[in-house]
Every structure is written in structure tokens, then in C-alpha cells.
């Protein structure tokens, strides 16, 4: 075992740090649920490769009792035998895994699984219990709890977050996990980073590397829990590198408050070298030093621009490993902005944010929303412990860059920029219908012409936002399946056109009619009949075959050249 000082001192600065680095593996599972042997089994395994050791197994397993024993109870009874203080904590949980994610919960006397609540009732029972939580392995496979839907309550109980997941050697702190960490900070949660082996093998602490580093000042049940709980964590693929990250002498999962002037260090030690150190903010990457040492140590200065801020540190090693920490978050108000985003269409802007208040008191609050020249303003009371969700519209911008901001009682919460290049034209490539030459011909000319050009990839499930859609027939030899349009799409369509839409039908060489573009047009223009002659699509119109029309917001062009197109485009946007 390790011995770990309580005072470490790094280099010849002589910092003192006032807590001790505990490795740990907080997710496994064992036979009570989908894995291999007993807790206790479990935990004499483990404390032979890190400091601390959790199990949490199924909660839908828990259902089946144990020779009329709860599982849960058994497992809580094995890790107190197994913890002694100051060599090993032994600590208990279960994971619910429902389809929109699984998350650990740990160290209850209770258990709720996914056959008795969904993740909103999870919520519910996590408050009411007052348990620690963690988000488990955040990927589209195993899901991403409806987007890390923020819930101001709930926050206060969900603390962690894996960034890392896996029992193999190789990459377990994934890009796909990084960025849903990022995600799930900007919605509003505070969460610690862990990386963690979720082992069902019998090589609990030992299949790979992967550590979560547990900053406390002692070894021992209370101090490991009062750390979580505080989110003093770091998620490592390296089994001993040391992190400190700390702003005004706070360590990494303190939240500050108040704070004008941010004294950033960060302190970095491993027996490998360091490459790379990031730090990163809810802008993205604020600073970059790239290093040869097994040895860091810096000293930043920074002011906070907006009244939330959070930062955190990735470093990456010269074998690749990653070592990410828990962010620090400093706020100048109990009531703020997150989840922020704007959406240009054509020449209006929309600015989406979520308000939080992060006390349990109501607060009455003066908003102003800004872009560019033009601002409005709301008086909103907003309840304790509870958020608010603003869609706040601009029309009539002029084309170029424009500032955003939202303010919170006078202060900044939060600030961007736009940019309208033009009217938003949309062209649909979700049909089996990408006729790339034409295509790229149509987007160079409308980007020319002032244009914003964006592909749309998806059904249309709701009216789109723009003042032309272009809508390319099939290629030949699609499938029927996903060439077609939907019932639910033409409706979308054709309401489109009834609130003053236009929909460009363009008939490239080989190209063919499924039915539903034929219903699209005789819903459109009741008299006109798409007509397939060989690799050619036309029009039947008051007893005229046409390779063109304009009429009641339907554009029907056919056409066999890229020159053509050009010249088609030419005469219908004059």
C-alpha cells in the first residue's frame, strides 16, 4: 500500500496541499447482479490495487433476494467488515439503468430500480432519500439522461459524473464522454469528474489503470463520503499521477462566490512524462502549455466575464493517458443563465437560455436580452431551486455580425455573437436525394446571391423555417422506404406553403417520382401532374408538358446540366 502524507510538497515552491491523493474504483459489480463473485470477495481483490472500492450492482437483480436476504443490505454489511481505517474503504451502491441512462447511487439502506421508476422519479427518490449520485458512462449507447435535462433540485444530489468507463487496456476517458461532460456543465449541473473500471470480471481495481483520485484528509469511510460529496475528485487513465487544481486556495468542486480576481494553480506529478495541459471554461479552451516534464506547475490569473463561470484541467500524458478534473465554479449571483444558444434564421435571431436560482428563496429579477442595437426586457420572480426556460426573438437584423448579451439584474450572465449572412434557404438531402454536382451548384450560387444555405438531413416534422425549400426528387435505384415522403411530412409542407413558404421541386438526370411527391404537388397545385419520361421528370400543366412552373408557391424545375440549373436559378430568383 502506498503511504500517503497528509502535507505533500511538490518542486522547490514547498505548496502545501492539505489533503491526501486515495485511488479508487467507485462502479463494479459483482454475482448480485450480471457479475462474478461476492462483495466481499470484491473487496479483498481491490484493496490490493486502490485505496477505495465500491460496488454497485443492478438494482433490478435486488428484486430476487438472497436466501430471503436483500442484496443491497448484504453488500453494505460486506464493505463495512472489509473497511479499515487509514488502508481501505469498502463503499455500497446500486446502479439504476434506465433507457435514457444509468446513474450509481451509494451508500443508502434503500433501493429503487428501473421496473419502478422512471428517471424523473429516480430524481424524486434521490431528493427525498438525500443520496449521492452519479452519472453513469454518458454515451448515445447507454444514454444521456434527455440530454442532461438540468433540474436545480436534483443538483444538489447528483454530484458525479464518469468521463471515463471500461474494464479494457486501452482509451477510457472518451471524446464522446468529455463532450458530454462539457454538455452536462452548461445545462447547470455541478459534477465531479471520475473515470471508473465498471468491472464484471474478477479484477475489481485491477483490469486496468483507470483510477478515480479521491482528494481527503483522511482514509477513512466519513472523510472518503465528506470528499464526494464535495465533488474532490479527479478522473485518471494513469493509476498514480498526482492533480492539484485550485482557484483562490479552493480545491477542484468548490464553488466560489463573489470572487472579482481568479488565482488559478495548477499542479501536475507523475513517475511519465506530461504533453499537453488544458485548461477549458464554458467558452472552450482558455489556455494551452505544451510540456516535456513529469513535473508541472503554473500560476494563472484570470477575471471572470460572466456571473457563471466553472473551469476545469485535462492533461494529457506522453502515452496518451488523459487526467480530467472536477471543475471550479464561480458565480457573482445565487441567479443566473446557462444552457445558452441562439439560432439565426434569415434576418431574426432567437437567444434560448435557461434562468437558475441556486437558493431555496425566491428572487424577483430584472432581465434584459440584447442583440445587436436592439434589447428588450422582462421582470420575472423566479422560485427557489428552480430554473426558467427564455426563447426571446429579434426580427429585422441587418446582414453581418452582431454582439448578444443577456443581463441579470444589471450584470453580464452571458455573452456571443451572431452573424446573418442573408435568408435562410433549406435544401433537403434526407430522401435519398443528394445529387451532389447539382447540388453543390445550387449552394455555391445561393451563397453568392446572400443566401444562408443549410442542408437538412432529417423528416420534416414540423414546418420549416425558411423562406425556400429545395426539395430534390430520388435517385434512381433509392429505397422505397427512405426516398419517400411521409404522410406527416407533406402536412408539414404543405403548411409551410399556406404561411407563405416556397418549395423548389428539383428534378436532376435520373432521378424518379415516388408517390409521395406526387401527392406533395396535387395538394400544392391541384391541376398539375408529375409525369416520368425515362431519366427525365416533368410537369403536366392545363394540358401542357412543361420542364418548369411557378405557381401557388410550388417551383418545378427540370434539368440535365449544371449549366442549366445556373441559368434556371438565374430566371427564378430575378
Keep these: 500500500m502506498r503511504k500517503i502524507f497528509l502535507f505533500v510538497l511538490l518542486f522547490l515552491t514547498i505548496f502545501v496541499f492539505a489533503y491526501n491523493f486515495y485511488f479508487a474504483n467507485i462502479h463494479a459489480h459483482t454475482s448480485y447482479s450480471d457479475g462474478v463473485g461476492t462483495p466481499l470477495e470484491a473487496f479483498q481483490h481491490a484493496r490490493r490495487y486502490v485505496h477505495v472500492q465500491a460496488i454497485t450492482d443492478h438494482a433490478y437483480y ?6 430471503g436476504l436483500d442484496k443491497l443490505l448484504l453488500t453494505k454489511e460486506q464493505a463495512m467488515k472489509s473497511t479499515k481505517t487509514g488502508e481501505f474503504v469498502a463503499l455500497w451502491g446500486f446502479e439504476w439503468t434506465g433507457g435514457v441512462g444509468h446513474i450509481n447511487v451509494y451508500c443508502t439502506d434503500e433501493w429503487i430500480s428501473r421496473n419502478q421508476v422512471d428517471l424523473k422519479g429516480l430524481y424524486r427518490w434521490i431528493v427525498e432519500k438525500r443520496a449521492l449520485a452519479q452519472f453513469n458512462h454518458p454515451i448515445a449507447t447507454f444514454g444521456t439522461f434527455n440530454e442532461f435535462e438540468y ?57 486496468n489503470d483507470t483510477r478515480t483520485v479521491i482528494l481527503a484528509e483522511e482514509l477513512s469511510f466519513e472523510a472518503i463520503m465528506e470528499a464526494l460529496w464535495s465533488r474532490r475528485v479527479y478522473a485518471s487513465e494513469d493509476k498514480n499521477a498526482k492533480l492539484i487544481f485550485e ?23 507523475d513517475t511519465e512524462p506530461f504533453d499537453e495541459i488544458r485548461l477549458i471554461s464554458k467558452r472552450g479552451v482558455e489556455r494551452v502549455w505544451k510540456v516535456n516534464e513529469k513535473e508541472f506547475q503554473i500560476d494563472l490569473v484570470l477575471e471572470p466575464r460572466e456571473i457563471n463561470e466553472w473551469y476545469y484541467v485535462i492533461a494529457v500524458q506522453r502515452d496518451g493517458d488523459r487526467i480530467v478534473s472536477s471543475p471550479i465554479w ?28 441556486y437558493s431555496y428563496e ?66 433537403d438531402v434526407s430522401h435519398e436525394n443528394d445529387h451532389p454536382p447539382f447540388l453543390q451548384a445550387v449552394r455555391a450560387y445561393l451563397e453568392r446571391k446572400g443566401y444562408q444555405v443549410v442542408l437538412n438531413s432529417r423528416y420534416f416534422k414540423r414546418v420549416p423555417q425558411a423562406i425556400l425549400m429545395i426539395l430534390p426528387f430520388p435517385k434512381k435505384g433509392a429505397f422505397a422506404e427512405t426516398s419517400d415522403l411521409n404522410d406527416f411530412e407533406i402536412d408539414a409542407l404543405v403548411d409551410y406553403v399556406s404561411s407563405g413558404g416556397k418549395i423548389l421541386l428539383l428534378a436532376p438526370p435520373k432521378s424518379f417520382v415516388p408517390k409521395g411527391f406526387e401527392e406533395l404537388c396535387k395538394r400544392l397545385v391541384p391541376n398539375a401532374r408529375l409525369i416520368q419520361e425515362n431519366d427525365r421528370i416533368l410537369v403536366s400543366y392545363e394540358s401542357q408538358t412543361l420542364d418548369s412552373l411557378q405557381e401557388r408557391g410550388l417551383i418545378f424545375l427540370s434539368i440535365d446540366s449544371v449549366e442549366k440549373i445556373l441559368e434556371r436559378l438565374e430566371d427564378t430568383f430575378e
Design 330 to 357: 464561480v458565480k457573482q449571483s445565487l441567479v443566473y443563465v446557462v444552457n445558452e444558444n441562439t439560432k439565426v434564421q434569415g434576418r431574426t435571431v432567437g437567444v434560448f437560455f435557461d434562468l437558475v436560482n
Design 247 to 269: 482557484c483562490n486556495s479552493r480545491p477542484m468542486g468548490s464553488i466560489l462566490f463573489g470572487e472579482k480576481s481568479l488565482n488559478f494553480k495548477i499542479v501536475l506529478k
Design 362 to 427: 425566491a428572487s424577483d429579477v430584472r432581465l434584459t436580452v440584447k442583440v445587436g442595437g436592439l434589447e428588450k426586457n422582462f421582470e420575472e420572480r423566479i422560485e427557489g431551486k428552480s430554473k426558467k426556460t427564455f426563447s426571446v426573438e429579434f426580427d429585422g437584423l441587418d446582414l453581418g455580425k452582431h454582439r448578444v448579451s443577456v443581463l441579470v439584474n444589471d450584470l453580464i450572465g452571458w455573452k456571443s455573437e451572431v452573424e446573418i449572412n442573408g435568408e435562410t434557404v433549406l435544401i
Design 151 to 207: 433540474d436545480p433540485l436534483v443538483d444538489d444530489f447528483m454530484n458525479l459524473i464518469e468521463v471515463g468507463n471500461g474494464s479494457w487496456r486501452g482509451r477510457i476517458i472518451t471524446d464522446e464522454m468529455l463532450s458530454n461532460y462539457h454538455l452536462a456543465l452548461k445545462k447547470g449541473w455541478h459534477l465531479g469528474a471520475t473515470a471508473n473500471q465498471d468491472n464484471h470480471r474478477a479484477e475489481w481495481g485491477s483490469a
Design 62 to 67: 435486488f428484486e430476487q433476494k438472497l436466501n
